[in-house]
């Protein structure tokens, strides 16, 4: 049964801070990770990452994939109010071709201070 | 931008009671989702759906029951609603080919059932 863990659960901090989400997992033959964000409505899709050691960028927000070790990372720097959120992690087992679905995390509720 | 809407963001209905939820995309996706989403345990799929009249059971089918009869549409069934299926739904949709892309998510609905 493929599984996501995500650390810590909940983080409080202040703005400008630098925050580290993580994401570990166990699949059968992995094929991808996602990062996702919850405001109150839609989660929205971040990051998908495939490869190990490819830095993927989005503005203040960066994330990273660890094969070897089963890790990703989700880096938030200068942490503004509106980064606010629960961010989901997921993994995609399976085959090529076939129709695999995700796995989630429980989330991380990152509350940024003002 | 990928459209995914829930017909309801709040319902509140009885223990017993049949109970529709509708979901349609406007992006021509062939594999839609349904979701259920509690404090404590994250996202966890109850069935999914990889082309019209098709179905395949997620992780906590029962008590649930889909229905696609068009490819925009993804209808999720209460057959006789319980206290314990108070919860957030979440529907989602992607492509089927290439296989490997992010799901795109509706705002939700909060159904309580009392």
């Known amino acids: 049964e493929d599984k996501v863990v995500q650390s810590p659960l909940s983080l409080v901090v202040h703005e400008g801070d630098t925050v580290t989400l993580n994401c570990s997992y166990e699949?059968?033959?992995?094929?991808?990770l996602l990062w996702y964000k919850q405001e109150k409505k839609a989660p929205t899709f971040l990051f998908m990452l495939?490869?190990?050691?490819i830095e993927k960028k989005s503005g203040r927000l960066s994330s990273i994939l660890d094969k070897k070790e089963l890790f990703s990372i989700l880096n938030i720097t200068a942490t503004q109010t509106g980064d606010s959120a629960i961010y989901l992690c997921?993994?995609?087992?399976?085959?090529?071709?076939?129709?695999?679905?995700?796995?989630f995390g429980k989330g991380i509720t990152l509350s940024v201070r003002p | 931008d990928v459209k995914v809407t829930q017909s309801s963001r709040y319902l509140v209905k009885r223990t017993g009671e049949k109970v529709f939820l509708e979901c349609v995309q406007d992006m021509d996706h062939e594999n839609m989702f349904w979701y259920r989403q509690d404090p404590g345990l994250g996202l966890r799929l109850i069935y999914f759906?990889?082309?019209?009249?098709?179905?395949e059971k997620g992780d906590i089918p029962e008590g649930y029951s889909v229905s696609r009869e068009k490819k925009e549409r993804f209808s999720l069934i209460l057959e006789s609603a319980s206290t314990n299926q108070t919860s957030m739904y979440l529907c989602?949709?992607?492509?089927?080919?290439?296989?490997?892309?992010?799901?795109?998510f509706g705002d939700g609905t909060r159904l309580s059932i009392l």
């Open positions: 997921a993994v995609r087992g399976g085959y090529t071709g076939a129709n695999s679905k995700l796995t």
């Open positions: 495939t490869s190990s050691g």
């Open positions: 989602a949709s992607s492509w089927g080919l290439p296989s490997n892309q992010p799901q795109h």
């Open positions: 699949v059968t033959n992995f094929r991808s």
């Open positions: 759906s990889y082309d019209v009249k098709m179905k």
